[in-house]
């Protein structure tokens, strides 16, 4: 097997002391870092995003890979830096004020992470003032929520509707998922995009900064 090919295997596995072990080994033996990360470990992505949403591997087994390959990606982040790489964007990320579910959320940051983009995670129960307050920083493009509960929505929508109106709306982009959404209410809400999985978050993000996506996920 290749070397990549072993790699993809450690993190499709969920295995991550091996994905570190391989990361490592390939960084002594002098790997581009950026090779390594575009072709090991966001490749690696490509089927483990596609194998959950075909039913083939469930969520405790995608919180494994993205552990993965967040540890891998965590070795790689000081040398990227230092070749002055950019990420791919910058994501704020929260569950919206009242709702504690964080399951989902964390996958999707686990996810955006190792797809190369920088994220900030706000945790749960954020304030739409939190949000609005991230938001007009101006680091972040995307400016994501999450929520699950019938009682979160209109949280949700009351932070969208706090980001109009404080005009920090303006760059960046709005990202919504969580069970009690889906593309007409997150419409309805005011939000730019929806994803209703963690892989399809990140296909969604590239597309709403306008970043060539893999072979799209029906
Ligand atoms: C685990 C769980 C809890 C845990 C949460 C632990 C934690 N750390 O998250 C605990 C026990 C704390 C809990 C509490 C409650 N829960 Co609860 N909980 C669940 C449960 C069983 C699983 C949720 C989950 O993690 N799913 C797995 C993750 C991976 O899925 P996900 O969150 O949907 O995330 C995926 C996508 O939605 C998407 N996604 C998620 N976020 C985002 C964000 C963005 C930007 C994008 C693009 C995509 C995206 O990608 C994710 C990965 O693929 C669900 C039932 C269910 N089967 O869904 C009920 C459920 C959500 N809970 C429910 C309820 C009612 C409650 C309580 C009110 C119960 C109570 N009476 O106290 C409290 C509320 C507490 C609060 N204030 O938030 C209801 C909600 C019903 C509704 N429509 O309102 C559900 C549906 C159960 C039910 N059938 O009644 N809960």
Redesign the pocket.
């Known amino acids: 097997m290749e070397t990549f090919d072993l790699l993809h295997q450690a993190v499709h596995d969920g295995d991550d002391r091996k994905a570190v072990e391989i990361v490592e080994g390939l960084l002594k033996k002098g790997t581009d870092p950026v090779h390594l990360l575009n072709q090991g470990l966001i490749a690696s992505l490509e089927k483990v995003g596609k194998d959950f949403s075909d039913g083939l591997l469930f969520?405790p087994e995608v919180m494994l890979c993205a552990h993965a390959i967040n540890r891998g990606t965590q070795l790689l982040e000081p040398l990227l830096a230092e070749a002055g790489v950019q990420p791919r964007g910058s994501v704020v990320?929260g569950t919206v004020k009242?709702?504690?579910?964080?399951?989902?959320?964390n996958?999707?940051s686990m996810m955006l992470r190792g797809a190369g983009f920088r994220v900030k995670d706000l945790g749960i129960d954020v304030d739409p003032e939190v949000f609005v307050a991230e938001a007009g920083k101006g680091e972040f493009q995307v400016v994501?929520?999450?929520a699950?509960?019938?009682?979160s929505l209109p949280w949700l929508e009351q932070t969208i509707q706090a980001l109009d109106k404080e005009g920090v709306r303006d760059g960046v982009k709005v990202?919504?998922?969580?069970?009690?959404l889906d593309a007409d209410k997150a419409q309805a809400a005011g939000a730019d995009g929806y994803?209703?999985?963690?892989a399809r978050?990140v296909d969604?993000c590239k597309e709403l900064l306008g970043l060539a996506t893999d072979s799209p996920r029906e």
């Open positions: 969520l990320i009242s709702d504690q579910h964080d399951i989902g959320k996958i999707v994501a929520m999450s699950l509960l019938t009682t990202l919504v998922g969580g069970a009690v994803a209703p999985d963690a978050a969604k």
